[in-house]
Protein backbone atom coordinates (compact mmCIF):
# COMPACT_ATOMS: atom_id res chain seq x y z
CA UNK A 1 0.00 0.00 0.00
CA UNK A 2 1.77 3.44 -0.82
CA UNK A 3 0.54 7.29 -0.88
CA UNK A 4 2.14 9.70 -2.21
CA UNK A 5 2.06 13.28 -2.49
CA UNK A 6 3.37 15.09 -5.04
CA UNK A 7 4.23 19.00 -6.12
CA UNK A 8 6.16 20.54 -9.11
CA UNK A 9 6.87 23.60 -10.82
CA UNK A 10 7.89 25.37 -13.99
CA UNK A 11 9.83 28.03 -14.72
CA UNK A 12 10.94 29.35 -18.15
CA UNK A 13 13.91 31.92 -17.91
CA UNK A 14 13.93 32.60 -21.54
CA UNK A 15 12.59 30.81 -24.99
CA UNK A 16 15.42 29.10 -24.56
CA UNK A 17 16.24 27.90 -21.12
CA UNK A 18 13.81 26.60 -18.20
CA UNK A 19 13.98 24.74 -15.12
CA UNK A 20 11.34 22.18 -13.82
CA UNK A 21 11.43 21.11 -9.84
CA UNK A 22 9.91 18.03 -8.85
CA UNK A 23 9.21 16.84 -5.21
CA UNK A 24 7.56 13.83 -4.05
CA UNK A 25 6.92 12.04 -0.74
CA UNK A 26 5.68 8.77 0.30
CA UNK A 27 4.73 6.05 2.99
CA UNK A 28 4.24 2.55 2.56
CA UNK A 29 3.06 -0.22 4.37
CA UNK A 30 3.43 -3.99 3.21
CA UNK A 31 2.61 -7.29 5.49
CA UNK A 32 3.16 -10.71 4.60
CA UNK A 33 1.92 -13.87 6.89
CA UNK A 34 5.00 -16.60 6.89
CA UNK A 35 2.66 -19.36 8.75
CA UNK A 36 -1.06 -20.64 7.58
CA UNK A 37 -2.30 -19.45 11.18
CA UNK A 38 -0.46 -15.78 10.55
CA UNK A 39 1.50 -16.74 13.88
CA UNK A 40 4.62 -14.94 11.88
CA UNK A 41 4.67 -12.18 9.87
CA UNK A 42 6.61 -10.17 8.20
CA UNK A 43 5.91 -5.74 7.86
CA UNK A 44 7.82 -3.45 5.74
CA UNK A 45 6.98 0.29 6.74
CA UNK A 46 8.88 2.85 4.74
CA UNK A 47 8.61 6.35 4.83
CA UNK A 48 9.72 8.39 1.54
CA UNK A 49 11.08 11.46 0.04
CA UNK A 50 12.58 12.70 -2.96
CA UNK A 51 13.78 16.25 -4.71
CA UNK A 52 14.34 16.57 -8.25
CA UNK A 53 15.62 20.31 -10.19
CA UNK A 54 16.25 19.94 -13.80
CA UNK A 55 17.89 23.19 -16.29
CA UNK A 56 17.35 22.73 -19.96
CA UNK A 57 19.21 24.89 -22.91
CA UNK A 58 17.76 24.45 -26.12
CA UNK A 59 20.89 26.19 -28.70
CA UNK A 60 20.82 26.75 -32.40
CA UNK A 61 23.72 23.89 -31.93
CA UNK A 62 23.29 22.16 -28.43
CA UNK A 63 20.79 21.00 -26.19
CA UNK A 64 21.84 21.24 -22.55
CA UNK A 65 20.17 19.43 -19.69
CA UNK A 66 21.83 19.04 -16.17
CA UNK A 67 19.70 18.23 -13.05
CA UNK A 68 20.38 17.35 -9.16
CA UNK A 69 18.03 14.53 -7.08
CA UNK A 70 18.04 13.64 -3.61
CA UNK A 71 16.30 10.70 -2.03
CA UNK A 72 15.49 9.76 1.60
CA UNK A 73 14.00 6.57 2.87
CA UNK A 74 13.56 5.33 6.22
CA UNK A 75 12.87 1.70 6.76
CA UNK A 76 11.49 -0.20 9.50
CA UNK A 77 11.08 -3.90 8.83
CA UNK A 78 9.66 -6.18 11.87
CA UNK A 79 9.45 -9.93 12.13
CA UNK A 80 7.22 -11.45 14.31
CA UNK A 81 10.15 -14.08 15.36
CA UNK A 82 13.44 -12.43 15.09
CA UNK A 83 12.66 -8.46 15.81
CA UNK A 84 12.92 -5.05 14.37
CA UNK A 85 15.38 -3.44 12.30
CA UNK A 86 15.63 0.39 10.49
CA UNK A 87 17.72 1.02 7.80
CA UNK A 88 18.42 4.81 6.53
CA UNK A 89 19.15 5.14 3.24
CA UNK A 90 20.33 8.92 0.97
CA UNK A 91 20.82 9.05 -2.36
CA UNK A 92 21.87 12.67 -3.93
CA UNK A 93 22.95 12.53 -7.73
CA UNK A 94 24.48 15.33 -10.38
CA UNK A 95 24.09 14.71 -14.01
CA UNK A 96 24.53 16.98 -17.08
CA UNK A 97 23.73 15.70 -21.08
CA UNK A 98 24.55 17.39 -24.05
CA UNK A 99 23.31 16.94 -27.43
CA UNK A 100 24.80 18.58 -30.37
CA UNK A 101 23.01 19.47 -33.42
CA UNK A 102 23.42 21.18 -37.03
CA UNK A 103 26.63 19.14 -37.68
CA UNK A 104 27.63 17.99 -40.97
CA UNK A 105 26.12 15.07 -42.50
CA UNK A 106 23.46 14.30 -40.38
CA UNK A 107 25.87 13.46 -37.28
CA UNK A 108 24.66 14.07 -33.49
CA UNK A 109 26.62 13.37 -30.69
CA UNK A 110 26.04 13.06 -27.24
CA UNK A 111 27.70 12.97 -24.26
CA UNK A 112 26.61 12.63 -20.98
CA UNK A 113 28.18 12.61 -17.11
CA UNK A 114 26.37 11.61 -13.66
CA UNK A 115 27.71 11.13 -10.17
CA UNK A 116 25.82 9.83 -7.15
CA UNK A 117 26.58 8.97 -4.21
CA UNK A 118 24.67 6.38 -1.77
CA UNK A 119 24.91 6.50 1.92
CA UNK A 120 23.19 3.98 4.70
CA UNK A 121 22.92 3.32 8.18
CA UNK A 122 21.13 1.44 10.49
CA UNK A 123 20.59 -2.34 10.46
CA UNK A 124 18.92 -4.42 8.69
CA UNK A 125 17.23 -8.15 8.81
CA UNK A 126 18.67 -9.90 6.12
CA UNK A 127 19.73 -7.49 3.28
CA UNK A 128 23.36 -7.86 1.16
CA UNK A 129 23.51 -5.81 -1.71
CA UNK A 130 27.30 -6.93 -3.15
CA UNK A 131 27.31 -4.05 -5.52
CA UNK A 132 27.21 -1.46 -2.69
CA UNK A 133 28.60 -3.82 -0.40
CA UNK A 134 26.58 -3.02 2.64
CA UNK A 135 26.20 -6.51 4.73
CA UNK A 136 23.92 -6.67 7.28
CA UNK A 137 24.48 -4.60 10.62
CA UNK A 138 26.54 -2.54 8.70
CA UNK A 139 27.04 1.16 7.76
CA UNK A 140 28.23 1.99 4.10
CA UNK A 141 28.67 4.34 1.42
CA UNK A 142 29.68 4.73 -2.37
CA UNK A 143 30.33 7.05 -4.74
CA UNK A 144 29.96 6.48 -8.70
CA UNK A 145 30.89 8.13 -11.68
CA UNK A 146 28.75 7.06 -14.87
CA UNK A 147 29.97 8.56 -18.53
CA UNK A 148 27.82 8.79 -21.37
CA UNK A 149 28.30 8.65 -24.59
CA UNK A 150 25.96 8.39 -28.25
CA UNK A 151 25.43 8.71 -31.85
CA UNK A 152 22.76 9.30 -34.12
CA UNK A 153 23.76 9.00 -38.26
CA UNK A 154 20.81 10.03 -40.31
CA UNK A 155 21.89 9.24 -43.83
CA UNK A 156 19.80 10.17 -46.98
CA UNK A 157 18.20 7.14 -47.65
CA UNK A 158 15.81 7.47 -44.58
CA UNK A 159 18.43 5.40 -42.75
CA UNK A 160 19.55 6.04 -38.90
CA UNK A 161 22.32 4.38 -37.76
CA UNK A 162 22.62 4.49 -33.77
CA UNK A 163 25.07 3.60 -31.31
CA UNK A 164 25.68 4.37 -27.54
CA UNK A 165 28.07 2.88 -24.59
CA UNK A 166 28.02 4.25 -21.41
CA UNK A 167 27.76 3.00 -17.25
CA UNK A 168 24.63 3.63 -15.28
CA UNK A 169 23.56 3.11 -11.57
CA UNK A 170 19.93 2.13 -10.73
CA UNK A 171 18.82 5.15 -8.65
CA UNK A 172 15.47 4.53 -6.18
CA UNK A 173 12.32 6.13 -7.21
CA UNK A 174 8.67 6.73 -6.09
CA UNK A 175 6.58 5.33 -8.02
CA UNK A 176 9.09 4.59 -10.40
CA UNK A 177 9.06 8.29 -11.75
CA UNK A 178 11.84 10.78 -12.49
CA UNK A 179 12.82 13.80 -14.32
CA UNK A 180 16.54 12.45 -15.34
CA UNK A 181 17.27 11.17 -19.27
CA UNK A 182 15.73 7.81 -19.53
CA UNK A 183 17.70 6.99 -23.13
CA UNK A 184 21.09 8.06 -24.97
CA UNK A 185 20.81 7.62 -28.45
CA UNK A 186 17.44 5.85 -28.28
CA UNK A 187 18.88 3.36 -25.93
CA UNK A 188 17.74 2.98 -22.04
CA UNK A 189 20.28 3.66 -19.50
CA UNK A 190 17.48 2.91 -16.45
CA UNK A 191 16.50 -0.28 -15.96
CA UNK A 192 13.84 -1.93 -13.52
CA UNK A 193 17.15 -3.66 -11.08
CA UNK A 194 17.93 -3.87 -7.86
CA UNK A 195 18.62 -0.27 -6.62
CA UNK A 196 22.21 0.29 -6.18
CA UNK A 197 23.06 -2.10 -9.07
CA UNK A 198 25.18 -0.87 -12.09
CA UNK A 199 25.20 -1.72 -15.79
CA UNK A 200 27.76 -1.51 -18.46
CA UNK A 201 25.98 -1.08 -22.08
CA UNK A 202 27.49 -0.86 -25.62
CA UNK A 203 25.21 -1.59 -28.55
CA UNK A 204 24.32 -0.26 -32.16
CA UNK A 205 21.17 -0.17 -34.19
CA UNK A 206 19.80 0.78 -37.31
CA UNK A 207 16.24 1.82 -37.86
CA UNK A 208 15.18 1.69 -41.69
CA UNK A 209 11.85 3.97 -42.94
CA UNK A 210 10.44 2.88 -46.33
CA UNK A 211 7.94 5.02 -46.98
CA UNK A 212 5.94 7.69 -44.39
CA UNK A 213 3.97 4.96 -42.67
CA UNK A 214 6.22 1.88 -42.80
CA UNK A 215 9.61 1.69 -40.86
Known amino acids: DLQTARIGGYFAFDPRSDLVVSAIAGRSTERMYLRDDASWFFEDRESLQSFEAQYAYRGSSAQVLAGVSAYHNATTLEDSDYG ?3 LDTRERSVYAFATFTGLPAGFVPQVGL ?18 IGLVTGQAGGLQLNDPKLGLVWSLPTRTTIRAAAFRTTKRTFIADQTLQPTQIAGFNQLYDDLNGARSKFAGVGIDQKFTNGTF
Open 114 to 131: SYDTYDRTGRHLAEFNPH
Open 84 to 86: VSD
